[in-house]
């Protein structure tokens, strides 16, 4: 009983902690500010570092709580129990809504501190002192909630000595470890960018400052969102057995679009940074993407939008809403307020540049993100307007985002080639021409192997041409600057392009080229199904506490047997179908056992799906976080005099001498 | 010699070639492309086409659901009558179900908003594109001072001395 009061008292002690250390850092801070108290701006330092160990030691106690399994608690009512395995017992605190505030709160004052830190000897200046106002305003909100309409450490009903456990799907695989926490922190990370973005509409030092202090933090978040998404996938396509990556669910959406919206930072950034230009836009694109985030989590979080992810819904929803709201008018009426100071007063020459193309990218990502964000509210607005109940699912994003996708392609095929300022028809046709080949070989060797379908076959095109392009700007580079050549923003980025392609024809592969066959087998019966061969030895069952499974076994190509299995989670009575998968460079073949069987059964029905290149997706995505690892190294330092744009050949001694 | 080979090679002839080869490629592929080769594809196929009638947000496709597999089951059973299309079947097993079972929304009134508005979207934004060029061309006819020159002047003389040096 002292336990269960220790849990619930620390914890919630923890979080009002926590909570009041961000109000007083706000206080202190704006007062600092208002009457230049240095030390008292140096102070803020440790209000940061006191409400990162606030956050921890209640997410401690709520991990303290479910490994002790406290059943005082309401929230270990929910998903802890007697019988799960340790692993899923510590990853349960983020598997309903009171626990993933909490993971949030955590990782959000870990940014702070790590913020404070940072820059703690430039603690006296403006722009960093209401950066880090906003940040502790962002902390004093997420640790609102989870002091108020989402607190984990709400006693729950007397007498409760067990519980469910995590959700099944919550509980099956070791990817629920990695994906969340992850995810989180590429989320939370816009955070950083975000506060210092507002920190320049507050001071009007709206020029390229802030955008240099945050450009790490960016890409940072951005690579752990972009982990976080294709760790996402993985684990899908581990778990769920219906041997997709990617299904367009409101929850998965709701993690693409700040993605989308980053992204399009990341390139339109370097067009501020080079030129000085586009300040209005990329302040709005910093300030959509964290509203995305928030946008997101009230989507998913509110229990308005069914989703196969909904693990957790709550009355957080108004908060968030409000929120939300807040942050948009806000940002609006500061950027009206900075109006005359963000007009740049430079000109772009010309749409065939590389600035011309970073636009054109921009465009495109941000529709892109229009019509993932529509399509994952239109049910609402349906229901709303017209009181009908409608589903918008795979089918329409696929039909709306190939067009997009394919156009993304092309950009990157051919913004690389782009100088700065305006390319001439000869410096276009010079440096295209290499990489276009590319694309000619790669739709060549497509339809050699026996591919068809316009759309996959123009992926795979696009994709040699913009693999092309990567490698002539990464080989330039390194003839010129020998292992540097790998490293640096433009380089590193087009690793990260390189792993962007990767998965996109990966993607089209998959999704156009994947064979599927359902056969009712007899134990020892052996089929023949695209190339390979699966015999059926046999059912068993496995059961402990938890769930009891009946597992097939299927030897493929008479070696290594692999065993697909349906259980039946005990307490939640939840019957969940787990796939194997036989993993190869060309092709998965991941098999399924379907329907409902008893061990004692002399057949089973058996579902076998035959998928190219999924392997990789994930290394596209290993090479995505490698690249962004590569480009936040500092590359070689241009001159500031040096010129911008490569020779044109009429500065070439070769084209000269014909002139 | 390279060069010159290079220069050759990248002589917009060859370009031509290019084109022709891909235009080629592109129409042999795309002329075999048989849609789903096996009923079980074309199964697979129709049942992406449906929502799920008691999940959350999920396809038949995706489902393990009771309610997914009768329909998968009602699908292949009209895949092997072979009376209807695909879109028939769709419309058949939509139409039994009181819910919208229907993943792609229709093309006539309030629904129609979501296919059009992203087109709106893209057109707006290209034609702010277009606008915000023909500003920055006009923009652009700014010529550089006498005290700009000179600033180059300087900074151009620095880099020269610093590369002699």
């Known amino acids: ?659 | 010699m390279t060069n010159q080979l290079n220069a050759k090679l990248k002589h917009w002839s060859s370009w031509f070639v290019m084109l022709f080869c891909v235009v080629a490629l592109m129409i042999f592929g795309t002329q075999r492309d048989s849609g789903p080769a096996t009923p079980q594809e074309r199964i697979e196929s129709i049942s992406k086409r449906l929502a799920c009638p008691t999940c959350d947000g999920e396809s038949v496709y995706e489902s393990r659901g009771g309610a997914s597999q009768a329909i998968r089951k009602e699908i292949a059973r009209q895949v092997a009558d072979g009376q209807l299309t695909d879109s028939q079947i769709v419309k058949a097993i939509d139409e039994s179900y009181s819910a919208d079972l229907k993943l792609v929304p229709g093309s006539t009134g309030f629904d129609a908003l979501i296919w059009a508005l992203p087109i709106a979207v893209l057109v707006v934004s290209v034609a702010g594109l277009v606008v915000a060029f023909r500003r920055w061309k006009v923009q652009g006819s700014i010529t550089a001072t006498d005290a700009d020159r000179e600033l180059v002047e300087i900074a151009m003389q620095e880099m020269s001395d610093q590369r002699d040096s």
């Open chain 1, 1 to 659: 009983m002292l336990a269960v009061s220790i849990n619930a008292a620390i914890g919630r002690g923890a979080i009002l902690l926590g909570l009041l250390t961000c109000l007083s850092g706000i206080a202190i801070t704006v007062a600092g500010i208002r009457k230049r108290d240095l030390r008292a701006l140096r102070s803020t330092t440790r209000y940061a570092y006191v409400a990162f160990a606030a956050a921890l030691l209640a997410f401690i106690m709520m991990e303290r709580a479910l490994i002790t399994r406290d059943f005082s608690l309401k929230y270990v009512q929910q998903v802890g129990s007697r019988d799960t395995p340790a692993l899923f017992n510590v990853t349960a605190l983020w598997s309903a809504l009171e626990g993933s505030i909490l993971m949030w709160v955590l990782v959000l004052t870990g940014f702070i501190a790590a913020v404070a830190r940072k820059f703690r000897a430039r603690a006296g200046d403006e722009l960093l002192a209401w950066a880090m106002v906003v940040l502790f305003a962002v902390g004093l909100f997420f640790f609102m909630l989870s002091f108020g309409p989402a607190n984990p450490f709400a006693m729950g009903a007397l007498g409760v000595n067990d519980g469910p456990g995590p959700n099944p799907l919550l509980q099956n695989h070791i990817l629920v470890l990695f994906h969340p926490p992850i995810l989180y922190i590429g989320y939370v990370g816009f955070t950083v960018p975000f506060a210092f973005a507002i920190a320049a509409l507050i001071t009007g030092r709206v020029g390229e400052g802030w955008l240099l202090e945050t450009r790490r933090w960016t890409l940072y978040s951005w690579a752990f969102l972009t982990v976080g998404i294709i760790l996402g996938s993985w684990w899908s396509y581990e778990v769920l057995g219906w041997s997709g990556v990617w299904a367009w669910d409101p929850v998965e959406n709701a993690s693409f679009l700040p993605w989308l919206t980053g992204t399009a930072y990341l390139h339109s950034v370097l067009v501020q940074e080079r030129r000085g230009m586009l300040r209005v836009w990329n302040l709005s694109l910093v300030i959509a993407t964290f509203s995305l985030t928030i946008l997101g989590t009230f989507l998913t979080r509110s229990g308005v939008i069914n989703s196969v992810h909904a693990f957790s819904e709550g009355s957080v929803g108004p908060w968030l809403l409000a929120f939300f709201t807040i942050i948009v008018v806000v940002a609006i009426v500061l950027i009206g307020r900075r109006g005359d100071q963000l007009r740049s007063p430079g000109a772009i020459d010309s749409p065939i540049s590389r600035e011309g193309a970073f636009l054109a990218n921009n465009v495109v990502f941000s529709v892109f993100a229009f019509v993932v964000l529509l399509g994952t509210v239109f049910p609402l607005l349906v229901e709303a307007l017209n009181d009908r109940r409608i589903v918008v699912g795979e089918p329409f994003f696929n039909r709306m985002t190939m067009p997009l996708g394919l156009t993304l392609l092309f950009l990157m095929a051919v913004a690389p080639v782009l100088p700065w300022r305006k390319a001439s028809q000869e410096v276009l046709r010079d440096r295209l021409f290499w990489p276009a080949w590319c694309g000619v070989g790669a739709l060549a060797v497509s339809v050699f192997v026996g591919a068809d379908g316009w759309a996959s076959l123009a992926a795979f095109a696009l994709g040699g041409f913009a693999t092309g392009a990567a490698l002539r700007q990464i080989v330039l580079a390194s003839r010129r600057q020998g292992w540097r050549g790998v490293v640096g923003r433009a380089n590193g980025g087009m690793v990260v392009h390189i792993g962007v392609i990767i998965i996109a024809v990966a993607l089209s592969a998959s999704s156009s080229y994947t064979r599927t066959q359902e056969f009712v087998m007899k134990v020892g019966e052996t089929v023949t199904f695209a190339g390979h061969t699966f015999t059926f030895e046999g059912l068993s069952l496995e059961s402990d506490n938890v769930k009891t499974s009946v597992m097939a076994a299927v030897r493929i190509d008479g070696e290594q047997v692999y065993s697909p299995a349906r259980s039946k989670y005990v307490k939640q009575g939840m019957d969940i179908g787990t796939p194997s998968v036989k993993t190869g460079f060309v092709n998965d073949l991941y098999v399924t056992l379907e329907g409902n069987v008893r061990p004692s059964d002399t057949e089973a029905r058996i579902k076998i799906y035959v998928k190219p290149l999924i392997l990789w997706l994930w290394i596209g995505g290993a090479l995505m976080a490698i690249g962004t690892v590569l480009a936040a190294f500092p590359g070689k330092r241009r001159q500031p005099t040096a010129p911008v744009s490569a020779d044109t050949p009429m500065n070439r001694p070769d084209v000269a001498e014909h002139v």
